[in-house]
Structures are given as structure tokens and as C-alpha cells.
């Protein structure tokens, strides 16, 4: 592992943290470029009322001097603003008064009642408050300095919304850079106008009735060379991690890399891409259903990656649940939530896809400084040129 990093803070706690090892030094970074995509995280139509009290800002605490990273730990801090309205019930201080009311109502779905039972935690409040998704403000913190990296190496990452709910957009034939910009431009991070109008009804209904909705999104990782990954052990392949980083976000419960699903229902011949050789370009595929990975390395084509979110579990209509005091049935807690965070969700995807390519790419270049690691890349892409 060439890269690592660990998160801490509750969602109505004082602040979140991340400490990111392992970049190189004299990488240019700047936390005006890291809120970019925190406020990229904090849209998307569907969003609660805490997104309109927070304007995630990023402070740097360590490991960046003068604009350049300096190969020491980074750490990044963004305050909860949320927290002033929540001093008294999140104070890590000990205090005799009650914290509120405990919460005894486990939403179906969230970590409440599994969390509760395994930490022994009879207000479940101790437990929602690190599962819930506001801990992702950080990991794209994180993942903003990986793309700042992959960037200077001509490896783009962007993300789309492909279906929210039962509005399905159609499959994306040509990746361009604008990719994420066009994305960015929808309120659900749609890239077809009709579609995304269906999908701001549903939200609409959804909202009305008191539910929720989850979707699809998909990542495209493009410019990264054959070779990121390895196929000699099972933790150092690109798709396995890629799979990981997606399955720990909160909510996603599918990955499949390029036409995962449909290429289990067809013939070998129907599903794997030929191989093809032009003086110049070198080695190349026509088709890409294995959506860029072979054998759990790049295979130079596009990698892509879909991710399957499921609706938000805080329903304001609630779902049975039982009182983990009393034990009689009762209809879950709730409080204030999202209907949808799908096109949060996948920038947020995104983020953390940038954070795997980031250290399998940085394993195979290595180096210390960003020169070092440029002419390591160079060497390795005169190689396959010769090859
Ligand atoms: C989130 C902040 C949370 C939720 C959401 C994600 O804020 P609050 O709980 O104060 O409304 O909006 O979290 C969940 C959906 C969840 O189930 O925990 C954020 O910053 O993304």
C-alpha cells in the first residue's frame, strides 16, 4: 500500500478529519481546489435541510507548505457549522444531564440496531452518528488530492448519474473531459434532460409520500496506462479494490466494473474484447465490456466502474421497527434526512475511486517527489512503446 488514510468525527460532532500518507512531495494542492468538490458533494436535488446549513470548507493542518505538499502526513479538517446547534447533545465532555432523548426506534436498513447490539449501545444515537454519510465530506477531501495527482498525469475521473429510482438514462458511448462538467450542470448529475426531468418528479413524489429513492451511478477513469493493479495477489487488483472502496460507501450494496452483470449471461465469444495492434498507438480493444480491467490490472481502455445505491434508510413515513427498551412493535425513528443523495453519492464514488488508481498507480511508479515519479511514468510509457 502505497497511500493510506483514516477519517474521524461524528456527523453532529465538532468537525471531521482525515489524515492522508503517502503523496509525494511537491505535488501542488490548495484547499480552495479541495472545496471544489466538497460543494460538488453538498448538491444534488433531494437533499435535506443540513446541506443548507453546512459550506463544507477545508482546513489544512498539516503536511502542505506554500501551495506544495511536503511527502509529510496531510491532515484536512472541515468543521461541522452543525455542531453550535448540537454542543449539548454531542459534548465529548462528561455531563450528568440527559442527552436528549435517547433514540430506541432502529431505522430498517441503517447501522442503528446491528451497531447497537455490537457496541452495547442502548441510545443508538452513538451509533448513527458515525455510520451516517456525513463522514464521505472527508473522503472526497481526500479524493480531491488524488485527482490533483492522477491529473498531472493525464488520468481524468468523472462520474454521472445513470438511473435514479425508475428513471433510466441511456449508456454513455464517448468519454470526454467535459464529462463531469455536463454532470455537474443537472441537479441530479444527469446527462439527458428528459431523463433528468423524470428523475426530479420522482424525487418530488417521493418527498411527498415520505420515502426515499437510491440509483445507479457510474464512474469512468480515463488516460490510465495498461498495468495499474496486479494479477499475482488477490489484494493488490485493481477491480477487487475498486469494488471495496465502492461497497464501503454508505448505502451502496452493488458493483459491477464495465457490463458485469449482462456479460454473465452470454457467451464467452459475445463478452470478451479482441485484441488489435496499430504502429503508434500499440496495443488496443474495439470493444470495452471488461470496462478496462483484465487479469485485476488496466488494460489501457476506459475503466468503468457502476454502483448500485439503495434508498436512504430514514424514511419520514416509517417502516415497522421495535423498541429496543420496551420490545413492542413501533414504527422507526425519524429525523431530518435526504430523499435522495444519489448525485452526491457519485461524486463521492468518484472521489474514492481517484483514492484506489491513486495508490496502485503510485505503487507502480513509485517515487518520493512529483519529478520522480513523472520520469518513472515516462520510463514506464517508453517501455510499452518498445514493447
Ligand atoms: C449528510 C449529512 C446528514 C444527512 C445525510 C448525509 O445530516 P443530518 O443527519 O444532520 O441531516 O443529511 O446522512 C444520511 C443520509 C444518513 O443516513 O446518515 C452529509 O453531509 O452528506
Redesign the pocket.
Known amino acids: 500500500m502505497s497511500l493510506r488514510f483514516l477519517t474521524a468525527g461524528e456527523?453532529?460532532g465538532r468537525g471531521l478529519v482525515v489524515i492522508l500518507e503517502g503523496f509525494p512531495a511537491e505535488l501542488a494542492i490548495t484547499a480552495e481546489e479541495i472545496n471544489l468538490d466538497l460543494a460538488r458533494r453538498q448538491k444534488g436535488y433531494g437533499r435535506?435541510?443540513?446541506?443548507l446549513i453546512?459550506k463544507d470548507q477545508v482546513e489544512i493542518l498539516s503536511g502542505v507548505r506554500r501551495g506544495f505538499t511536503l511527502g509529510s502526513p496531510i491532515t484536512l479538517f472541515v468543521k461541522n457549522k452543525?455542531y453550535d446547534n448540537w454542543e449539548k447533545i454531542m459534548t465529548p465532555d462528561f455531563s450528568p444531564e440527559k442527552a436528549g432523548n435517547p433514540l430506541r426506534r432502529p431505522r430498517p436498513g441503517?447501522a442503528d440496531l446491528a451497531g447497537g447490539l455490537k457496541y452495547n449501545q442502548r441510545d443508538l444515537r452513538n451509533i448513527?452518528e458515525r455510520?451516517?454519510?456525513?463522514e464521505?465530506?472527508v473522503r472526497v477531501a481526500a479524493g480531491a488530492v488524488a485527482k490533483k495527482f492522477l491529473k498531472s498525469f493525464g488520468i481524468l475521473v468523472q462520474s454521472h448519474v445513470r438511473q435514479l429510482g425508475s428513471a433510466q438514462g441511456r449508456a454513455v458511448v464517448a468519454i470526454d473531459d467535459n464529462l463531469n462538467e455536463r454532470a455537474d450542470r443537472s441537479p441530479v448529475r444527469m446527462l439527458d434532460r428528459k431523463v433528468e426531468k423524470k428523475a426530479v418528479q420522482l424525487i418530488d413524489s417521493a418527498k411527498d409520500q415520505g420515502d426515499t429513492l437510491g440509483g445507479i451511478f457510474e464512474v469512468f477513469m480515463t488516460g490510465l496506462p495498461p498495468g495499474i493493479g496486479s494479477h499475482v495477489q488477490w489484494d493488490r487488483k485493481l477491480d477487487g479494490r475498486l469494488a471495496q472502496a465502492m461497497l464501503s460507501l454508505?448505502a451502496v450494496k452493488g458493483v459491477e466494473i464495465g457490463e458485469g452483470f449482462k456479460n454473465a449471461t452470454l457467451y464467452g465469444s459475445q463478452v470478451h474484447d479482441e485484441i488489435f495492434y496499430q504502429r503508434g498507438r500499440g496495443f488496443y480493444h474495439k470493444t470495452n465490456r471488461a470496462g478496462g480491467i483484465e487479469g485485476g490490472m488496466s488494460n489501457g481502455e476506459t475503466v468503468v466502474v457502476r454502483v448500485a445505491k439503495k434508498p436512504?434508510?430514514?424514511l419520514r413515513r416509517p417502516l415497522q421497527s421495535v423498541d429496543i427498551e420496551t420490545k413492542q412493535e413501533i414504527k422507526a425513528a425519524y429525523?431530518?434526512?435526504?430523499v435522495c443523495?444519489l448525485p452526491?453519492a457519485s461524486v463521492i464514488g468518484e472521489s474514492l475511486c481517484a483514492w484506489v488508481v491513486a495508490d496502485l498507480f503510485l505503487e507502480k511508479m513509485g517515487g518520493d517527489f512529483m519529478q520522480e515519479v513523472t520520469q518513472r511514468f515516462k520510463l514506464y510509457l517508453n517501455h510499452l512503446k518498445k514493447f
Open positions: 456527523s453532529h435535506g435541510g443540513r446541506m453546512e452543525d441503517h448513527l455510520a451516517s454519510a456525513r464521505t465530506t454508505q436512504i434508510s430514514t429525523e431530518r434526512s435526504d443523495a452526491a
